[in-house]
C-alpha cells in the first residue's frame, strides 16, 4: 500500500485574521486526515511541530515515500494583505507524478473552497519542499490566512478539507477511497484452514501483499461490499469479507 510522508506547516509564527496560526491549523487538518488515511489503506509518516521545512525534507529523503504532502495557508504580504484569496497547490516543473498529484488535489478543492475559479497549480523551483525531497511532492496552499473570510473558512472546514484531500490522494494512488469507521477486530475463518490472501485493492486480481493464516485475528478498518480493509501484522489490504468471523 501507498505510504506518504505528511508535513504540516511548521510556521507558528505566521497569524491568522481572528486569532491562531499556519502550525496550528495544519497540524489540525492533518489530525482529521489521519483516520481517512487509515481507512483507505494509505500509510504516513508524519512530521512534528518542533522541525523545520528542512529537517521535514532531511526525514523525508531518509525512506522511502509515494508522495511527500505538504500543508500550508498562504498569506499576501504587506501590499495585498488581507485583500487576495484563494487556493494553490504547488509542483516541480518536469515533475509528472507531482503535477498529476497536484491538478488532482485542485480539481478536488473546487468542490469544497468557496471560490473554485480561485483554485489553481502553480509549477515552483524554489519551494525547498517541493524541489528538494526525492518523493515526488506536493505543496498545498489551501487559502490565505490573512483574509478573514479565507481564515474562517479553514476554521470551520477542518474535516472537509481533510476528507478532500485523502479522497485526493486515494484518486492519486488508484485505490479506494473509505470513510473511517470504528476499527473492530475480526477471526480469520478459511476453509480447510488454509491461509486468508491479502490484497493490495478489493479485487480478485489484485496483487496479493500478503497472507494470513487461518485463526488469526485482523483488526478491520473498512466495509466494502463483499470486502473489508484491514491491518495485519502492520501492513494494510483487502480481503474477502465472507471469510472473517466478528465476535
Do not use: C
Amino acid at each position: 500500500m501507498p505510504t506518504i510522508y505528511l508535513s504540516p506547516s511548521t510556521q507558528e509564527f505566521n497569524p491568522y485574521n481572528g486569532g491562531g496560526n499556519e502550525e496550528e491549523y495544519m497540524n489540525k487538518i492533518a489530525d482529521a486526515m489521519i483516520p481517512y488515511l487509515e481507512a483507505s489503506g494509505i500509510g504516513y509518516v508524519r512530521n512534528t511541530p518542533d522541525m523545520t521545512a528542512a529537517s521535514s525534507i532531511t526525514a523525508s529523503n531518509a525512506g522511502q515515500y509515494d508522495l511527500h504532502l505538504a500543508l500550508h495557508s498562504n498569506a499576501a504580504g504587506p501590499v495585498g494583505s488581507g485583500g487576495i484569496r484563494g487556493s494553490e497547490v504547488y509542483y516541480a516543473p518536469g515533475s509528472v507524478n507531482g503535477q498529476r498529484a497536484a491538478e488532482i488535489i485542485a480539481n478536488n478543492l473546487k468542490l469544497i473552497y468557496p471560490l473554485p475559479d480561485r483554485v489553481r497549480t502553480v509549477p515552483t523551483t524554489t519551494l525547498g519542499e517541493v524541489v528538494k525531497t526525492k518523493a515526488p511532492a506536493v505543496l498545498i496552499e489551501y487559502a490565505y490566512h490573512d483574509n478573514a473570510e479565507d481564515a474562517e473558512w479553514i476554521r470551520n472546514n477542518i474535516n472537509a478539507i481533510a476528507e478532500n484531500t485523502v479522497l485526493s490522494l486515494a484518486d492519486y494512488f488508484d485505490i479506494p477511497f473509505n470513510l473511517p469507521t470504528t476499527p473492530v477486530t475480526a477471526t480469520v475463518t478459511t476453509p480447510m484452514g488454509g491461509r486468508l490472501n491479502l490484497r493490495e485493492r478489493p479485487d480478485l486480481s489484485s496483487p496479493i501483499v500478503g497472507q494470513i493464516p487461518n485463526g488469526e485475528q485482523v483488526t478491520v478498518y473498512a466495509r466494502l461490499p463483499d470486502w473489508a480493509g484491514v491491518r495485519y501484522n502492520h501492513k494494510n489490504g483487502y480481503v474477502y469479507s465472507r471469510y472473517l468471523s466478528f465476535s
